[in-house]
């Protein structure tokens, strides 16, 4: 695939978290994917490396099950060979502890074969754990 192909791909990606169809996102990935969000798993439900798409699908689970999504907004993206960048923020609200978390993020997608491989999510992964652990 060419670079506006995976572009695509991400788009439709994101179309498909933002409607909730975790399914949707997985037939997008290989089946081997890697999967990497910043952070100590002891404390973010969602943190750490996960492989292939049950692994995947119970980050989506955690994530969900963690956190109240409030704003989501990818906003640029780069292409080039088979990786795509995205910078964008998000807002969101622990459900544990009622603490806000708003931040800016970037999304780097690796491609094999029209497919992502992996997927590694970079944020202010030390505002997002003090949320997790502030009490109410």
């Known amino acids: 695939m060419n670079e506006q192909e995976n572009?695509?791909?991400?788009?439709?990606?994101?179309?498909?978290?933002?409607r909730g169809d975790?399914?949707?996102?997985?037939a997008m990935l290989t089946?081997?994917?890697?999967?990497?969000t910043p952070g100590p798993p002891n404390v973010i439900p969602y943190?750490?490396?996960?492989t292939g798409h049950e692994q995947v699908a119970g980050y989506f689970g955690a994530f969900g099950e963690a956190v109240e999504v409030s704003?989501?907004?990818?906003?640029?993206?780069?292409?080039?060979?088979?990786?795509?960048?995205v910078l964008g923020r998000y807002a969101f609200r622990v459900k544990s502890t009622g603490k806000p978390?708003?931040?800016?993020?970037?999304?780097?997608f690796t491609f094999s074969?029209?497919?992502?491989?992996?997927?590694?999510?970079?944020?202010?992964?030390?505002a997002v754990a003090a949320a997790f652990e502030a009490r109410t």
Do not use: C, N
């Not at 975790?22 to 997985?26: I, N, Q, S, T």
């Not at 089946?31 to 990497?36: F, G």
């Not at 943190?47 to 996960?50: Q, V």
């Open 7 to 18: 572009l695509q791909v991400v788009h439709q990606a994101y179309e498909a978290f933002g």
């Open 101 to 108: 978390v708003d931040t800016d993020w970037v999304h780097a």
């Open 113 to 126: 074969d029209g497919k992502i491989a992996r997927f590694r999510g970079y944020e202010d992964s030390a």
């Open 31 to 36: 089946e081997d994917v890697e999967w990497s």
């Open 71 to 85: 704003e989501f907004e990818p906003q640029r993206f780069f292409a080039e060979e088979e990786m795509v960048v």
């Open 22 to 26: 975790v399914p949707g996102v997985l």
């Open 47 to 50: 943190a750490g490396t996960r």
